[in-house]
């Protein structure tokens, strides 16, 4: 089943390996962490979403559309209309305490947070792929930028200087999942410091103590990154919150829990029909858009747009791949040429309006429109894919 049942580490002592106990659907039932703790993990299988119910006895819970609400640490996440973190509360007692607070723009990208332990804002400048530029900690103050590699998430350096001066460059070197494995100085020649990773993608941040020397009695085990380096397990954003005891991790669409080994919210997108929720260690099975919208994470076989979402013509052909067995017609105005989608969404967008979800907008619009139900019905063309062919071209 490809399911992972043990992590040893080659440094340490021998209680400090990972042992987890699956159950025949791959959720965890107990984990023997590293420090010697283990955690008895419940499911409610019954529920085929296959959620975690408690924790260490601790319980979690859940809104309708899925979203993790609470943790088994105690932390509550608050979610917008588009499954979205907005804030994060810790629980204390009676009360709760804030953790964290984000914004996004029109276009999902999250582009602000404020740690409440640190006191401190962040704004981040995006490129047209989605790739963090810079960090702002207001509107003219630029604290670093970063550079990239041909991979969405292989980030290549970062300069805390705000005229690029090439001694304040930093590089970093990565591991086969693009996580950052160290960070050296702008020859290479000095590591400021060393990241190391748990089965899950928990960081363990090292630095050097006052001999300078890596791998001797003084290194020093760092709450944060003392360079401010926001980049983790395959290379992904890390907030470490409440001063170092929240460990969250943003992949763009989703969140993710190292310490539950999950992501927060369900895919946006669903599960791909020809892949298998549990094959991340097969690569030629899976697909990645690198905004996480599927479960793959290896290999990059869609198109996109410079936006990140779906080409028409690649929504068409999986759509047709994906329906076998059943008659797909070819139409001229739905499946060879945009021109009926293009006109869809014209309509659509003048009568929904801005205040109506576009989607239910969109299936009446349609279902009281003789002609483009026909359109729909005759080439077997599911909604939700002409549906998201319209919101790629700006609908």
Not at 292 to 313: C, I, K, Q, V, W
Not at 342 to 360: F, H, N, Q, S
């Amino acid at each position: 089943m490809d399911r992972l049942a043990e992590a040893e580490y080659l440094a340490g002592l021998l209680n400090e390996d990972e042992v987890f106990g699956m159950d025949d659907l791959g959720n965890r039932t107990t984990v023997n962490l590293r420090s010697g703790a283990n955690q008895v993990y419940a499911t409610d299988t019954p529920n085929i979403t296959n959620r975690y119910t408690a924790v260490g006895g601790q319980p979690l819970a859940y809104d309708a559309a899925g979203n993790l609400t609470q943790d088994h640490d105690g932390y509550r996440y608050v979610y917008d209309h588009e499954n979205r973190i907005t804030r994060i509360f810790k629980l204390n007692g009676q009360t709760e305490i804030d953790v964290a607070q984000y914004a996004y723009d029109a276009l999902g990208r999250r582009i602000g947070k404020y740690d409440a332990a640190a006191m401190e804002t962040t704004f981040y400048y995006y490129n047209d792929q989605w790739q963090i530029l810079a960090e702002y900690t207001d509107d003219t103050t630029c604290r670093q930028w970063f550079t990239y590699g041909n991979y969405i998430d292989e980030v290549l350096s970062r300069n805390a200087h705000p005229y690029g001066l090439i001694l304040a460059m930093q590089y970093y070197a990565h591991d086969h999942l693009y996580s950052p494995a160290a960070l050296a100085n702008y020859n290479g020649f000095t590591v400021w410091e060393r990241y190391e990773y748990d089965a899950y993608g928990k960081v363990t941040i090292t630095g050097r103590g006052a001999d300078n020397l890596w791998y001797t009695a003084d290194d020093v085990t760092l709450s944060a990154s003392a360079y401010n380096n926001p980049f983790t397990f395959t290379g992904r954003q890390l907030d470490i919150l409440d001063n170092g005891n929240l460990h969250h991790m943003h992949y763009r669409h989703r969140d993710y829990s190292p310490a539950l080994g999950r992501f927060l919210q369900h895919d946006p997108l669903g599960i791909d029909p020809m892949s298998s929720e549990l094959n991340y260690f097969k690569p030629e099975m899976q697909y990645n858009d690198g905004h996480n919208l599927y479960n793959g994470y290896f290999a990059m076989h869609m198109r996109l747009d410079p936006t990140g979402t779906r080409e028409l013509s690649e929504i068409i052909r999986l759509a047709k791949k994906g329906m076998r067995g059943l008659k797909l017609m070819t139409c001229s105005t739905c499946l060879t040429s945009t021109q009926g989608i293009k006109a869809m969404c014209a309509v659509a967008r003048g009568i929904c309006g801005e205040d109506l979800d576009p989607k239910e907008c969109l299936c009446e619009t349609i279902k009281s429109n003789t002609a483009w139900k026909i359109i729909c019905n005759s080439c077997l063309f599911p909604l939700s894919l002409v549906y998201d062919a319209i919101k790629g071209m700006g609908c």
